[in-house]
């Protein structure tokens, strides 16, 4: 959907009750810290902003350091190369999915960049803003827009930091211009790597454009040191015209291999079970143009608890007890919702009179207000927050060439149209939301014109439930990854989408050979990194009893679903190479 996030962030995750609670609470519990240390900063474990991980471990680092400055970060780094330690950036803001802010073993150290989060300068001529890595993206906006630029393109949530953003390859949509990666902004990066002992275990490096490794640095999954300032080129500030238009979807497939050439900034959300699609009109116009819109997105705002808690229970109902008609009824409700409201743009920062909403770019780009406000004791929080049993989920993004896209799409609604119903979750996260990136030089960046797809999915608290119609969620994404051959996002998914991921990237040597050059003993690398990089031949599969079920491998064998719960692994209904956990309750009777 519209204004929905980005690398690590959620979509909309609601159900009905959530929405007749009047939101009457203006404060909002900070989200809570994923790094926490039980002495101070020492004995830390660390997680993601959801509190939990594909695989549901928690990570543990034996301490946290808060570098203020480039030279104290030179020396905490200094300080783990000499000792061999493992390092990580993490922050509070830490939004991937996947185990990217763990560092190796058990004993490494967490840098925070959290408090390297000022601007270092700004040169209005050359619109050109330098900032520290630990700077939000809602405050990377505000400072551009105060010197009269603009960041033309981001992720849609501004919990980001920028080297979070960078080490992700996070993106907004557009095929125009450089595209939509915040990478293909940057022009310069001060990054911080080991080094020998005759330069003190740890150097500076500066890249600028034209230097090959700015390629790797630019997007690096954070396995080459720590970024500690980036310069963007800017443009001058400008105004978008935001409009939403829900259409049946009978034409989707033509019409999203023209979408990201007609709008600058266009995407498309389709609720597959009500055969809709949402094309976002939004492109930009003059500053002069009247309007002072602002994009404050619903599933981005803080949500009072008791909603929260009152929304999971009647989801887990539906999706334990409930019949797919019920599930069904329940899953139209958000996008009704979020269609009246707006998605949460308003015209004026307050009402809502009609669209196009006009405004400037940083009041539009991106939002996620549920970060912002003062303690509440949990009274309200985001969505997501893993201190209130609240909506739990999936996260899966991904993307297919262009070229491709359209081929994959009418796959999926081939799949659709052999059972709507099994589709209906996806409509209950406002549905699959497809961004456009555009094809990168940076080494881990898209290979080629992309067509990003992102949805999220119900998870259950309990390890190895099975999902109702699991298996088309499955099929959907074995199909986009192996028969589309599209590359899983670096923040979102789970395991088995990374495996053989690497070799989709024709510039993965080269990377490759610029992390041995920055960091040969791999302390910025971890069990997690090396699988997903196939260092060593390693895969990210966790393959073991219902490993399917929770998305740690793709099933071979029955063993891998839950035969006991009716799951047998099976082959794609379309995509018959695919192989998925299906129910078969027959099966199920005839074996008892
Ligand atoms: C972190 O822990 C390591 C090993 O336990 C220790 O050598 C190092 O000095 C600690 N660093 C900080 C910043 O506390
Ligand atoms: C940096 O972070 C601190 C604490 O999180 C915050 O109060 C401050 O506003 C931030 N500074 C900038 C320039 O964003
Ligand atoms: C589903 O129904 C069973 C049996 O009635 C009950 O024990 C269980 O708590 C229900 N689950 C939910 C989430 O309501
Ligand atoms: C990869 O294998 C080589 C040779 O077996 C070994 O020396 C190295 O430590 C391994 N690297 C990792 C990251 O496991």
């Given amino acids: 959907m519209a204004a929905m996030q980005a690398p690590r962030m959620a979509r909309a995750h609601f159900t009905v009750l959530l929405f007749l609670l009047p939101i009457l609470l203006t404060g909002a519990s900070p989200p809570p810290d994923p790094v926490t240390c039980t002495h101070g900063t020492s004995d830390c474990t660390v997680t993601n902003t959801y509190g939990s991980f594909p695989d549901r471990t928690i990570c543990r680092a034996a301490n946290a350091t808060f570098p203020t400055t480039e030279q104290e970060l030179v020396a905490a780094i200094a300080a783990a190369a000499e000792a061999k330690r493992k390092v990580k950036v993490a922050t509070s803001h830490s939004h991937s999915f996947p185990k990217l802010a763990c560092p190796g073993g058990r004993d490494g150290t967490i840098i925070s960049t959290e408090r390297l989060n000022k601007t270092v300068s700004v040169d209005k001529a050359k619109r050109l803003l330098t900032v520290e890595s630990g700077m939000l993206l809602r405050d990377l906006v505000n400072v551009a827009a105060d010197a009269g630029l603009a960041l033309p393109h981001s992720p849609y949530w501004y919990g980001l930091t920028v080297g979070g953003m960078l080490a992700t390859g996070a993106h907004g949509s557009s095929l125009w211009g450089k595209g939509s990666a915040v990478h293909e902004y940057v022009v310069k990066i001060r990054i911080v790597t080991p080094a020998p002992a005759s330069q003190g275990f740890a150097v500076v490096r500066e890249l600028v454009v034209g230097d090959p490794d700015l390629d790797a640095v630019k997007v690096s999954l954070g396995v080459l040191g720590v970024i500690s300032q980036v310069t963007f080129e800017l443009q001058p500030r400008f105004k978008r015209s935001v409009t939403f238009v829900t259409r049946d979807d009978k034409d989707m497939v033509e019409k999203l291999a023209v979408w990201g050439g007609l709008h600058e900034f266009g995407d498309v959300s389709w609720l597959p079970r009500q055969g809709k699609a949402i094309y976002r009109e939004d492109d930009r116009v003059d500053v002069s143009t009247p309007g002072n819109g602002l994009n404050n997105y619903i599933g981005f705002r803080a949500q009072p608890a008791v909603g929260l808690l009152a929304a999971r229970v009647a989801e887990e109902r539906l999706e334990e007890n409930g019949t797919d008609i019920a599930r069904c009824l329940a899953a139209r409700l958000p996008a009704v919702t979020f269609e009246l409201q707006a998605y949460g743009f308003t015209n004026d920062g307050v009402f809502f009179t009609g669209y196009p909403v006009v405004g400037f770019q940083h009041r539009i780009q991106a939002s996620g207000t549920c970060i912002n406000s003062h303690e509440d004791n949990l009274l309200t929080t985001c969505t997501w927050d893993p201190r209130i049993r609240g909506p739990f989920f999936y ?11 359209p081929a994959f799409v009418a796959d999926v609604q081939k799949l659709r149209d052999l059972n709507p119903r099994a589709f209906c979750g996806m409509d209950a996260k406002m549905g699959v939301w497809m961004r456009y990136v555009k094809a990168s030089s940076a080494y881990l960046g898209k290979p080629e014109d992309s067509l990003d797809f992102d949805f999220t999915y119900y998870r259950s608290y309990t390890e190895g439930t099975p999902r109702a119609h699991a298996d088309v969620y499955d099929e959907v994404e074995q199909m986009a990854l192996r028969k589309y051959g599209g ?25 490759l050979k610029v992390k041995e ?8 690398s971890s069990e997690w990194s090396d699988q997903v990089l196939g260092i060593n031949g390693s895969s990210p599969n966790l393959v073991a009893p219902g490993c399917a079920i929770e998305g740690l ?14 799951y047998f692994c099976r082959p794609g209904k379309v995509y018959k190479e695919a192989r998925v956990c299906t129910f078969e309750q027959t099966r199920l009777v005839d074996e008892l």
Avoid: L, M, T
């Fill in 395 to 405: 996260q899966s993004g991904f993307s297919v060439a262009v070229s491709k896209a």
């Fill in 487 to 511: 590359v899983p996002h670096w923040g979102k998914g789970r395991n088995f989408a990374f495996d053989g991921a690497i070799a989709k990237y024709p510039k993965a040597e080269d990377f």
């Fill in 553 to 566: 491998c793709v099933c071979s064998d029955d063993s891998h679903c839950a035969p006991e719960q009716g």
């Fill in 517 to 524: 050059r920055y960091d040969p003993d791999g302390i910025f």
